[in-house]
């Protein structure tokens, strides 16, 4: 799930801790930083010349825009990256500028294309090439039965609006300023997987612009090898998705809980939690968020898709909380509880570890959160239910066995992000050394430890092939990118 879920659910969000995606305002600064050299990502070189943004520009419904210009806005949510600049911003209208755009790009320039801006290294803005913005494609139609098509453009808090009005639901995270793209294509954990598994898992097709300038559709019939990569290959190494269609769910009635512990019970909570919530039926979902400090403290918190009655019966398997919070939900009223005000930009550094099975001393892991800053967060969220349904290579998420993924954030303005990715890369690689060398995609880090097995374990190699395939010059390549 998206950053601001984990932190609402766990009783932070819209209190003096809020933090993450769209949490709690950073103080304003002077302007845009650069990334710092130790952390910005280097865009891979290209053989041709510079592209002609005149002739590009001639070709697009959309609009270009070029550095001096009052269009020229290409910052992400992450401030961190403000540095990374790009050549030019397509700001496309149509599928066919999106071709466009590759074209007149294609081995002269970085290509990347931009959702909700919200990679976590900054990716979807291609330092000195061009980026592909999808925010005007951005419908979403509700389609006779149950399904949706939703532009790539579109962020999840309107998807979550349109879809709620029809008494429907799509599975996805909950920061309503996420793109729609990243998400699914990195997997998509939510606050609905258990019951209902990963975004990813509703996806029935995507158009997509390849890297000749084809639209083509991938689907279980069409174009199969690149619909197996879409589900879980990540943003960004196969084409330019324009469009969804995905199945959807009845909106489900739910019931969202928050638990606070005192400092000191930290260890405790997380022990008992991970026997719990892989105990736990599919329809209850929850995430541990343990908070760094001279003593870490932590809070779990959740969803049910059931009564209060019900919830309180299985909360009873946890350690007494110091603070209790239970409150039943329609489907809108829990979007827009896990949802919080929000806000447009957080600077963070971030990383990620899957957790395979129960960590066998929870106090080692709660001890890599000692004496760091408290706006440092390590994030249990649980996985198994619906989401290990699915065999780890019917799709390119190959997480599916796991009991829950763990995201290390540590909020921090831009100018100190060099010393807090230090900071957090120390947790990241001490989580490592309990749970594996394992990590999720859409929390990609530039400075991950073996990065390309960690995200996609076995499937790498058919990953590889897809890459091969439908982009043997490498034309949407990045410096993570799968070949």
Same mark, same amino acid.
């Given at each position: ?8 659910? @766990?009783? /932070?969000?819209?209190t003096?801790?809020? #933090? =993450? !995606?769209? %949490?709690?305002?950073? $103080?304003? &600064?002077?302007? +845009? *930083? ?8 280097s ?29 020229f806005?290409?910052?992400?949510f992450?401030?961190v ?10 700001r ?17 320039a ?11 290294a900054?990716?979807?803005t ?27 453009? @579109?962020? /999840? ?5 349109? #879809? =709620? !009005?029809? %008494?429907?639901?799509? $599975?996805? &995270?909950?920061? +309503? *300023?996420?793109?729609?793209a990243?998400?699914?294509?990195g ?74 512990y ?45 009564? =209060? ?7 009873? &398997?946890l ?15 829990a ?8 806000v ?18 929870p ?34 998420f ?26 957090m ?18 929390y ?7 990065? =390309? ?5 076995g499937?790498? &190699? ?22």
């Amino acid at each position: 799930m998206d950053r601001r879920g984990f932190l609402k659910v @766990a009783g /932070l969000a819209g209190t003096g801790a809020a #933090l =993450a !995606a769209c %949490g709690a305002t950073p $103080p304003p &600064g002077p302007g +845009p *930083s650069p990334a710092p050299s130790s952390l910005a990502p280097s865009s891979p070189a290209v053989p041709g010349g510079p592209p002609d943004w005149a002739a590009l520009r001639s070709r697009l419904a959309g609009r270009l825009a070029l550095p001096g210009g009052d269009d020229f806005a290409y910052q992400g949510f992450n401030p961190v990256w403000d540095g990374r600049k790009p050549a030019a911003v397509a700001r496309v209208a149509s599928p066919a500028d999106v071709q466009a755009c590759v074209e007149a790009v294609r081995l002269r320039a970085p290509v990347a294309a931009r959702s909700g801006g919200h990679s976590y290294a900054g990716y979807s803005t291609p330092e000195n090439g061009l980026q592909v913005d999808l925010r005007d494609l951005a419908a979403v139609e509700v389609l006779p039965g149950d399904q949706v098509r939703i532009g790539a453009g @579109a962020a /999840l808090g309107e998807v979550s609006r349109v #879809l =709620a !009005a029809s %008494g429907r639901c799509l $599975p996805t &995270g909950t920061c +309503p *300023s996420v793109g729609v793209a990243g998400l699914t294509l990195g997997g998509g954990i939510g606050v609905l997987a258990r019951k209902y598994g990963l975004t990813c898992d509703h996806l029935v097709s995507a158009q997509v612009v390849t890297a000749d300038g084809r639209l083509v559709t991938a689907s279980a019939q069409q174009e199969p090898d690149l619909f197996w990569a879409l589900r879980g290959g990540g943003g960004g190494n196969f084409g330019i998705v324009t469009e969804f269609v995905f199945s959807t769910v009845p909106a489900p009635e739910v019931t969202v809980f928050s638990l606070e512990y005192p400092a000191g019970a930290t260890a405790d909570v997380l022990g008992a939690w991970q026997t719990w919530i892989a105990r736990a039926p599919n329809e209850l979902w929850s995430n541990v968020n343990v908070r760094g400090g001279a003593q870490p403290t932590c809070r779990v918190g959740g969803c049910f898709a059931g009564s =209060a009655g019900a919830l309180s019966s299985l909360l009873s &398997g946890l350690p007494a909380a110091a603070n209790r919070f239970v409150q039943p939900q329609s489907y809108s009223g829990a979007v827009q509880y896990f949802a919080g005000t929000g806000v447009q930009h957080e600077s963070f550094v971030a990383s990620s570890r899957i957790v395979r099975e129960p960590i066998s001393d929870p106090a080692r892991a709660v001890a890599l959160m000692n004496g760091q800053s408290d706006e440092s967060y390590l994030i249990f969220d649980g996985l198994g239910g619906a989401v290990a349904d699915v065999a780890p290579d019917a799709t390119a998420f190959p997480h599916r066995a796991a009991l829950a993924s763990a995201q290390v954030y540590f909020k921090t303005p831009p100018a100190g992000a060099t010393e807090a990715a230090r900071a957090m890369g120390r947790v990241r690689d001490g989580l490592g050394a309990l749970v594996g060398d394992t990590g999720y995609v859409n929390y990609i880090d530039p400075q991950m430890p073996r990065w =390309a097995e960690a995200y996609y374990g076995g499937n790498l &190699g058919r990953l590889r092939e897809v890459a091969a395939k439908y982009d043997p010059d490498e034309v949407f390549a990045f410096a993570q990118s799968v070949r």
